[in-house]
């Protein structure tokens, strides 16, 4: 039943994964919001059906909406699902000696994700169209982040991009970002200050820019 509307916040519970099928499109009136609270957000769409996020306007703007907000668990057993205890850590490969892809099916791990997505007009209220807080993994692929009048991608409280490893694994990574077509983000195309892992991503007239010493990435 496409489009799917949020009219305004909208909670996702811990009881309770929300997962976005292949092919929808969401789209979020003036300030909507989905807050994801201590649990997971799976919308994995496909090269054939993308998933989209973007504004109900009829002429959007950047910021014409807020932000997706996933929150991960404060400690080690406050999520019933049982995503503790059983981090999920991806490893990255070389396919064709250009593009990276997971060695697993991540479609029964506990980590979010955002694949095969177009996510755009988003950002008002200063923080991000994905904001990302706690470490817990978030893998973000084969997407394109466009006209956040914020960020495009922010973890909350973070400075810089710190202990990465580029174009590969890091070991400890809770982010992996790649594949992605990140542009014209108000602010910053990314702003993370988890271990965080790169590859194969494409940064394109952001206002400013955290990754000033990225290797391998543009």
């Not at 949020?6 to 909507?32: K, S």
């Not at 169209?129 to 993994?137: A, N, V």
């Not at 590969?168 to 982010?175: K, V």
């Amino acid at each position: 039943m496409n489009p799917i509307y949020i009219t305004n916040y909208l909670t996702v519970p811990m009881t309770f994964n929300l997962t976005v099928m292949p092919g929808c499109e969401i789209r979020f009136n003036p300030g909507a919001t989905i807050y994801v609270d201590r649990t997971l957000i799976r919308a994995q769409g496909s090269q054939a059906q993308p998933i989209i996020f973007t504004s109900s306007m009829s002429s959007p703007q950047p910021g014409s909406w807020g932000s997706i907000i996933i929150v991960g668990p404060s400690n080690t057993y406050e999520n019933p699902i049982g995503w503790c205890g059983t981090t999920y850590k991806p490893t990255l490969t070389p396919n064709n000696g250009l593009d990276f892809a997971i060695n697993a099916d991540i479609s029964t791990k506990k980590c979010s994700v955002f694949q095969y997505v177009s996510m755009m007009y988003g950002g008002a209220g200063g923080s991000g169209m994905i904001h990302y807080s706690r470490t817990w993994p978030l893998i973000i692929s084969n997407s394109q982040l466009i006209n956040s009048s914020s960020n495009a991608i922010f973890q909350t409280a973070s400075d810089s991009v710190t202990n990465n490893y580029w174009n590969s694994e890091y070991t400890f990574s809770r982010i992996y970002i790649y594949d992605n077509f990140i542009s014209n983000a108000a602010l910053y195309g990314l702003g993370v200050g988890f271990a965080t892992t790169l590859a194969n991503n494409i940064f394109n007239h952001n206002c400013a820019s955290r990754l000033q010493h990225v290797r391998n990435n543009s």
